[in-house]
């Protein structure tokens, strides 16, 4: 295999490859430095590449599967990691000055699961700062050198999309794992709610923040998962023991029979929704009719005050978690973040519990829909990957980019983005399969049995 | 529409003093203003969720989420 094919070489296949050693982690990830070396100057994807590190992992996962030990399902496979997770030894920035210089003391728990199922640490991607927004600069998506990535992920799904390396993570607080998945062709899914730990991730917006994977097929994915989700962490209050089971295994359960929810109001009837990607989304639907599945139109309850209900919840959690340093150092934030966090200073807090309680609501309304439903399949993002511009801003986009995953998010199930076309400039389109909490084995099939009948999946960014 | 009450008047930049005030929070000279009109527009948009009814609703604790059994059914 040459460099481009290692680049590309799936979660899955490198894992399978190393445990039968007919492939060695050191040469993988020594390929991949050689690729980022090459590539990611103009791509800049990472913010940290810990060459070094990665090497001597690899080096020692090598000799304990010559020594017959083997830890786990990504033994010797290179990941990285969203400068906003911890990870011991190496710098958390958040992609902020804020935290210049800072390097974490320990793994935070999703990568010390990581690292106990054989993972190696590459390094840390770029993240919109303190994962506060959709851009992601000064990452670029490797589809189009002049369109963003999304974000606030964009680092780990442009180094994914790049063929940099075969796994990554992301944090996902209003679609921030699915948006940026979606812009850059790759796969990414925010698991439930409490699936995996937050404890070492910086956080955003308490009841609102997820970590997942983010990979170039589903059943990488499922593999990621499964090595992430680490039940109950009395550090992180929202986990859960709730079982993940073998998400592999969920691959090859058939699709048949399973009863699809569409809701049209809100997701496909948004006025900002491109033709294109309601085409792409359209012809999703066929393919899923086509497997068998049983389309329903539904209807989400209080869908419509996602916005408001985002609003009141994500300004102050997030201004309280920064409130200190707001004070502190306020010079050192980027002007947008920093106008964001003073105006959530500035809200009621009978707001805030309100927004709470409406939350509730809607979250029991979206549990009665999801009775007699398995999943529900929308857009993820309603446009391609919007252009570079000199003074582009989170606020004057994210409305429309994140319109399509913000309702998961409140109230916590799961949603995996797959790609599903490509709009006629030749960027990725998305759609989203959404289920009921803790049922991410049922998400992972559905994707699986799309994404195997549809072939988007293996397409490559034109990216030498 | 906004949403919002056609009798109460618009944010103004007095008024972010006063809440600034309140939150012990010194904001930047020039900035006040440009906080105004995004409070205004974060106003409109809140309004409207006041006007759901959840008086019946509790917040769950720290987190609204409740924990699942895992079937999806509270």
Redesign the interface.
């Known amino acids: 295999m040459d460099g481009a094919d290692l680049g590309y070489l799936s979660l899955t296949d490198a894992a399978r490859l190393i445990r039968r050693r007919e492939l060695s982690p050191v040469e993988l990830v020594e390929s991949l430095l050689e690729r980022i070396a090459a590539i990611d100057g103009r791509v800049k994807a990472f913010l940290t590449v810990d060459a070094e590190g990665a090497l001597a992992q690899a080096r020692a996962a090598e000799q304990e599967l010559g020594s017959g030990s083997d830890l786990g399902p990504v033994h010797g496979v290179p990941v990285a990691i969203k400068d906003i997770i911890d990870v011991a030894g190496l710098p958390t920035t958040a992609g902020s000055r804020v935290l210049a210089g800072h390097v974490a003391r320990e793994d935070a728990a999703l990568v010390a699961a990581l690292r106990g199922a054989g993972a190696v640490i590459l390094g840390k991607t770029n993240t919109h700062e303190f994962a506060y927004g959709v851009i992601t600069p000064p990452t670029r998506n490797p589809w189009n050198l002049g369109r963003i990535p999304g974000g606030s992920s964009g680092g780990s799904a442009a180094a994914l999309a790049a063929g940099l390396v075969p796994g990554a993570v992301g944090t996902d607080t209003a679609g921030s794992i699915r948006l940026p998945a979606a812009l850059c062709g790759i796969v990414g899914l925010k698991p439930t709610y409490g699936r995996v730990s937050r404890h070492g991730v910086i956080p955003l917006s308490w009841s609102l923040d997820h970590a997942g994977p983010m990979t170039r097929s589903v059943a990488d994915a499922a593999l990621m998962l499964g090595a992430m989700a680490g039940g109950s962490d009395p550090r992180d209050p929202a986990t859960s023991d709730a079982p993940v089971g073998d998400l592999m295994a969920s691959l090859s359960r058939s699709p048949r029979g399973l009863r699809v929810g569409v809701p049209r109001r809100y997701f496909y009837d948004f006025e900002g929704l491109d033709r294109a990607v309601g085409d792409a989304a359209e012809a999703a639907l066929q393919v899923l009719g086509d497997l068998g599945m049983d389309l329903r139109e539904v209807e989400m309850p209080l869908v419509e005050h996602t916005f408001a209900l985002g609003r009141a919840v994500q300004r102050p959690e997030a201004s309280a978690y920064h409130r200190a340093r707001l004070r502190a150092v306020p010079e050192l934030y980027g002007d947008e973040i920093r106008g964001d966090l003073e105006l959530g200073e500035l809200f009621l807090a009978t707001d805030y519990i309100h927004a709470q309680r409406v939350r509730a609501e809607m979250r029991a309304g979206w549990l009665e829909a999801m009775r007699d439903l398995d999943i529900l399949v929308v857009p993820t993002v309603p446009c391609g990957a919007p252009e570079v511009r000199e003074g582009i801003t989170s606020g004057a986009i994210k409305v429309r980019l994140l319109h399509n995953t913000y309702p998961f998010n409140l109230v916590g199930f799961p949603g995996l983005s797959l790609p599903c076309g490509l709009t006629a400039e030749g960027l990725p389109i998305g759609m989203q399969i959404v289920g009921r909490p803790y049922d991410e084995a049922t998400v992972l099939c559905a994707g699986h049995a799309y994404e195997q009948a549809a072939g988007w999946h293996p397409r490559r960014p034109p990216l030498s | 529409m906004d949403g919002k009450s056609q009798t109460q008047p618009a944010v103004i930049a007095d008024d972010?003093r006063a809440?600034?005030r309140v939150?012990?929070?010194?904001?930047?000279p020039g900035?006040v203003e440009?906080?105004a009109a995004?409070?205004e527009a974060?106003l409109g948009?809140?309004e409207?969720?006041?006007a759901?009814d959840?008086?019946e609703?509790?917040?769950?604790g720290?987190?609204?989420?409740?924990?699942?059994?895992?079937?999806?059914?509270?």
């Open positions: 972010v809440l600034a939150a012990g929070l010194a904001l930047r900035r440009a906080l995004a409070l974060d948009i809140v409207r969720l006041r759901v959840a008086a609703v509790h917040p769950l720290v987190s609204p989420v409740a924990r699942e059994a895992g079937d999806g059914r509270r």
